[in-house]
């Protein structure tokens, strides 16, 4: 079965711009949930979906929002764009109940 | 508010050793504990989950044992090889099972 997939993998923007990134999670899994980790440390929560509705959001500003599709696919969504936005961005998907999350290779955002 | 912190930020050991990561955690209220694994550039890799009601899990040449009252939770692995190289990320869910709490890790290097 495949893990969860993310798209791109990296990515060159410039301060000012939007970029959409994209998660699907493992089949069956209708739980998403995106982080934003930065070099050096941890990841931080960002968002976690479930059945396409907003169940967390972690402390970031509101340039940063997401999405979940009828087939529990994610977008992550950044406007504005800052230098500080550089980051690795991670989706991790779950099943029902209190399962582990699993977690894509994630998307490499450089903000020039 | 709950806080992971993992002590030491840095650990390099010659191969063969037994060695031990710590994570400790503010709010003994969790779920869960888990250990992750996570090479350069790349998503992060589950190792071990240890549920609430558990003491201690284990996986091959990995042990992880979870004491909630002291708010501790110690990776143990044995007989350390090259390939065990990379940073160990323990997390906690918080306020929900899929917001994780990540502590900033532990970069272990393990030499020939």
């Known amino acids: 079965d495949a893990g969860v997939t993310q798209s791109p993998t990296h990515l060159i923007k410039t301060r000012g711009q939007h970029v959409t990134l994209r998660c699907s999670p493992i089949?069956?899994?209708?739980?998403v949930s995106w982080y934003q980790q930065v070099l050096g440390q941890g990841p931080q929560f960002i968002f976690q979906?479930?059945?396409?509705?907003?169940?967390g959001r972690g402390n970031f500003p509101d340039r940063f929002s997401a999405r979940q599709f009828p087939n529990y696919s994610s977008e992550l969504n950044v406007n504005a764009l800052l230098l500080g936005d550089s980051a690795l961005y991670l989706c991790?998907?779950?099943?029902?109940?209190?399962?582990?999350?699993?977690f894509g290779d994630g998307t490499r955002l450089s903000i020039l | 508010k709950q806080e992971v912190t993992q002590i030491p930020a840095a650990l390099s050991v010659p191969e063969g050793e037994n060695l031990v990561l710590n994570c400790s955690f503010t709010?003994?209220?969790?779920?869960?504990l888990q250990w992750f694994r996570q090479d350069p550039g790349k998503g992060l890799t589950s190792l071990l989950l240890?549920?609430?009601?558990?003491r201690e899990q284990t996986s091959g040449r990995l042990n992880a044992s979870l004491d909630k009252s002291s708010g501790r939770s110690t990776l143990y692995i044995a007989a350390s090889q090259p390939g065990d190289s990379a940073t160990y990320l323990c997390?906690?869910?918080?306020?929900?099972?899929?917001?994780?709490?990540f502590g900033s890790g532990t970069r272990l290097s393990i030499r020939p």
């Open positions: 991790a998907s779950s099943g029902e109940g209190n399962q582990p999350q699993h």
């Open positions: 089949s069956g899994h209708k739980s």
């Open positions: 979906y479930y059945e396409k509705e907003e169940r």
């Open positions: 709010d003994s209220a969790i779920y869960n």
């Open positions: 240890i549920q609430s009601s558990q």
């Open positions: 997390a906690v869910p918080y306020s929900s099972a899929s917001k994780i709490i």
